[in-house]
């Protein structure tokens, strides 16, 4: 389980940095565009938790219900969610950054 925790932590900082930062590079560019991407990660996020919560609803084949092989199908989809995850908390974050006065030089 921790070696799990430790891959989604590592995936998390690898996408989820450069995203936030090309976002709120993006988002001081043109500050007109906040409220489209925040709807638009918004709208990705309850994407997510209705496709999480239609996944109880999946029948699996007889044979891959008692067997270890019906991981197989569920696997990929929870990867691609916790992606679309990482990917709408990082836009959000980006937005809201990107608010804030500069110190950089």
Do not use: N
């Amino acid at each position: 389980m921790l070696k799990t925790l430790v891959i989604v932590g590592v995936v998390a900082i690898l996408i989820g940095t450069p995203l936030v930062r090309m976002t709120q590079r993006f988002c001081r560019r043109s500050p007109g565009s906040r409220f489209s991407l925040a709807v638009g990660a918004l709208l990705a996020l309850v994407g997510v938790v209705v496709a999480f919560v239609q996944l109880q609803h999946v029948r699996l084949p007889w044979g891959m219900q008692e067997s270890p092989g019906g991981l197989l199908f569920y696997i990929p989809v929870l990867i691609a969610l916790t992606l679309v995850t990482i990917g709408g908390v990082a836009v959000l974050i980006g937005i809201a950054l990107s608010t804030r006065q500069s110190t950089e030089s």
